[in-house]
């Protein structure tokens, strides 16, 4: 290539790489109070995978500036001039200590930041013999929490005690999903079959956004997920409410109005549109106006009843023409089961 297409290529090269250099200095200061942003870490946990990150970024940054500075200053001070000389310059080949240098630096700098990534690694690693588990069941498209020492399971609902390590055992009842609260921790894989554990200390009472970081199908983008953390003796009062609550409701009998509240936290709004659920407006699965009516309709000998029951316990045992068998098994005691069912019946 002749010098001054050369430099317009440099040219065009520096003007695209502007504005990302450019949001990449803006960002730490426009984001540190916007709420999900790894920029913005809150636990100690979060704040090494940060500084890590800073520090790759530093040195790409260096490097970046003075490879492309060395290219404009050479592309102007060495181009072709007038008058054209007529002879050919002086050739010139190879430069031993040179040659060195770019092979050595480099390499220099890539055993540091191996070095460092395993060091932050090895310090996530590090989980206190005391942390309280929380078991994480990710499904198409929703998250199922499970909290073992009182046998009690919320969805898209997350509550943490402060000052505790926690440890969650990850797993996923489908496909794969990935597991990340950015300003908590890392993300990390959520495989059928596998249980993958990730651990970190929350330090101050807030909220924060989950979501899944894995393309996992058409709901991928509504599986989000609340995380609310809060004083060890907060959470142990959540922890009773809430199963209280849930015991209440199960003594109560079916009743549509808990199906709604269940429609909700089970995660179904995020596939199903029902119009008589507020926020209820998904695509992936058939839209559920009017079903309490179809339902006598679709298999036949069935009840509108039993057509619900089976729906919900057995995805797959009947799909709805036009849509794929993309329904996961969702975990429900029988009561919730009967509300769910209430409900749907009413929708007529
Ligand atoms: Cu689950 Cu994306």
Redesign the pocket.
């Known amino acids: 290539m002749s010098p001054v297409p050369r430099l317009l290529a440099v040219t065009r090269r520096m003007l695209l790489a502007a504005p990302v250099a450019a949001a990449m200095a803006v960002l730490p200061a426009t984001s540190a109070s916007a709420q999900p942003w790894v920029f913005a870490p809150a636990t100690p946990q979060a704040q090494q995978i940060t500084d890590l990150f800073w520090f790759t970024v530093v040195i790409s940054a260096s490097v970046f500036v003075l490879v492309e500075g060395l290219l404009i200053y050479s592309s102007l001070r060495f181009r072709r001039r007038a008058p054209v000389p007529s002879v050919e310059p002086p050739q010139i080949h190879g430069n031993t200590r040179l040659e060195m240098m770019w092979a050595i630096v480099p390499a220099l700098i890539l055993i540091g930041l191996f070095g460092a990534s395993v060091r932050t690694m090895a310090a996530l690693q590090e989980v206190p013999a005391d942390a309280y588990t929380i078991e994480v069941r990710?499904r198409?498209?929703a998250w199922d929490f499970r909290y073992p020492d009182v046998d009690l399971q919320t969805t898209n609902e997350l509550y943490l005690p402060i000052g505790r390590t926690v440890t969650f055992e990850i797993t996923s009842q489908d496909v794969n999903?990935?597991f990340w609260i950015p300003n908590l921790s890392g993300k990390l894989d959520a495989i059928p079959g596998r249980v993958n554990r990730l651990s970190f200390q929350a330090t101050e009472a807030g909220q924060y956004r989950g979501v899944?970081a894995?393309?996992?199908g058409a709901g991928?983008a509504g599986?989000v997920f609340r995380v609310v953390t809060l004083p060890e003796a907060d959470f142990r009062q959540w922890q009773q409410n809430t199963k209280a609550g849930v015991q209440a409701a199960a003594a109560a009998g079916p009743d549509p109005e808990r199906g709604k509240a269940l429609f909700v936290s089970k995660g179904c709004v995020s596939c199903h549109t029902l119009s008589a659920v507020p926020g209820a407006n998904g695509q992936v699965g058939p839209n559920l106006d009017g079903v309490g009516t179809r339902a006598a309709t679709r298999v036949p000998g069935e009840s509108a009843e039993q057509y619900l029951r089976q729906s919900l316990q057995d995805p797959q045992a009947f799909l709805v023409p036009g849509y794929g068998p993309l329904m996961p098994q969702i975990p429900m005691t029988d009561d919730e089961l009967a509300s769910m069912v209430a409900l749907l019946l009413a929708q007529k």
């Open positions: 990710a198409q498209f999903h990935s899944c894995e393309l996992c991928h599986m």
